[in-house]
């Protein structure tokens, strides 16, 4: 596993968004992680959906295809270290936000975000945009 998609790659490859979902099925034979923390946002907006049994289904043929990748104490000791420069630094990003980004750069993993603004605030995270 080299990559690890964000919450927002998961949706778009949800509403079908091509060059997401294109980028997804490539990745896929390498193993691609998804953080727990994004499975609970995901089951949120399951929760929000107009259609819950559709949005479910979806998401579990999604969830068949990737790794959830859980919080483990080194994941948290990333994640204090960088609140701690980022409070510093007066820039702070959310928590979720940040909790994912610590679980890729503790796993060495590449992030698969389009939020570029929140996630390049976290030292050494790799990043890929679609």
Do not use: K, Q
Not at 21 to 42: F, K, M, N
């Amino acid at each position: 596993m080299l990559h690890l998609a964000d919450t927002d790659w998961v949706i778009h490859h949800m509403n079908g968004v091509r060059r997401v979902t294109g980028r997804l099925a490539a990745l896929e034979p390498d193993g691609l992680g998804l953080s727990i923390v994004s499975l609970a946002e995901l089951y949120e907006g399951v929760a929000r959906s107009w259609d819950r049994v559709a949005s479910e289904r979806v998401l579990d043929d999604l969830l068949a295809a990737v790794d959830i990748v859980d919080l483990d104490e080194e994941t948290c000791r990333v994640f204090g270290r960088e609140r701690a420069r980022l409070r510093a630094a007066g820039n702070l990003i959310g928590d979720l936000d940040l909790l994912i980004g610590s679980t890729a750069l503790r796993h060495g993993l590449t992030l698969l975000t389009n939020n570029r603004r929140h996630f390049e605030r976290i030292e050494g995270l790799a990043i890929e945009s679609a």
